[in-house]
């Protein structure tokens, strides 16, 4: 009687862990006086992919983190550099009144709490 191996396991589900104990560098600043772009290195391609795979840090997820609508974050992924990259529209532009980071520099904050 021939029976077919046996297939191995699913590897347990991982506990979510703060973005920040998997990224390197958490980054913001300008791109153009009309947009932000936010940085994400990784330390590590497990971590690089994780990331990219997690519902969290897909573009419309990271859009809501700032109040923003669907289809207004746009991800770009980079597997060569271990980093994801966004951007997203300001709500004032660069150096105007009102703008409190001429430079986008402190934008990355809200990114900080997430859990992957």
């Not at 506990?15 to 600043?29: D, N, T």
């Not at 153009?32 to 290195?41: A, E, I, M, R």
């Not at 992924?77 to 430079?103: I, M, N």
Request: proline share 10%; net charge neutral.
């Amino acid at each position: 009687m021939h029976t077919a191996p046996l297939s191995p396991a699913a590897p347990p589900s991982s506990p979510p862990v703060p973005l920040s104990a998997l990224a390197r560098v958490v980054r913001s600043k300008n791109a153009g006086p009309t947009q932000l772009t936010l940085d994400l290195f990784f330390h590590e391609a497990a971590g690089y992919e994780r990331a990219a795979a997690s519902a969290a840090l897909q573009a419309d997820a990271v859009a809501g983190l700032y109040g923003l609508a669907a289809g207004e974050a746009r991800r770009f992924e980079l597997p060569a550099l271990q980093a994801l990259k966004f951007t997203l529209p300001r709500r004032v532009v660069a150096g105007s009144p009102g703008d409190g980071d001429v430079y986008g520099a402190q934008q990355h904050g809200p990114l900080l709490g997430v859990e992957i």
